[in-house]
């Protein structure tokens, strides 16, 4: 579901459902069905020992360093991003530029042609005139 397109309404949907239904239920439907408080629950009365501590601050460190690490290399990835925008926006500048480059020139010409056109038909009118 992570590249899912619309990934955002699917998980709105699923949290509206799942709080209208803890709304309906009541305070001990709620504890029977999610609530393993007190002797129910497995870690009641235990501590966790030293050594499973510094396994969890092990794995934390190495989550921090991973996360350090994917954020990094986001950023990287952003800066490459934006250095590939720009230069894709100033070979889109340059070719809008040649492009219009090339029609003024056509236009020139034509209106060129035009031009010699009707003067062509002016200097012939003038001809049938005067004679």
Do not use: W
């Not at 709105?12 to 709620?30: A, D, F, G, H, V």
């Not at 408080?37 to 396994?55: A, L, P, Q």
């Not at 034509?110 to 200097?123: E, G, N, P, R, S």
Request: proline residues 1%; charged residues 40%; glycine residues 4%.
């Amino acid at each position: 579901m992570s590249n899912h397109p619309e990934k955002n309404a699917i998980r709105e949907k699923i949290n509206k459902s799942c709080k209208e239904t803890l709304i309906k239920m009541t305070q001990e439907e709620r504890k029977q069905k999610y609530g393993r408080s007190g002797e129910k629950n497995g870690m009641y009365g235990k501590i966790h020992t030293d050594e499973v501590r510094k396994k969890f601050q092990k794995l934390i460190k190495v989550d921090n360093r991973i996360i350090k690490e994917k954020n990094y290399q986001i950023k990287q990835n952003k800066r490459f991003l934006k250095q590939q925008n720009l230069k894709l926006e100033k070979k889109m500048l340059f070719m809008e530029k040649t492009i219009l480059k090339n029609q003024y020139k056509k236009l020139k010409k034509k209106i060129k042609v035009d031009f010699l056109q009707i003067q062509q038909k002016f200097q012939l009118t003038e001809i049938f005139i005067y004679q």
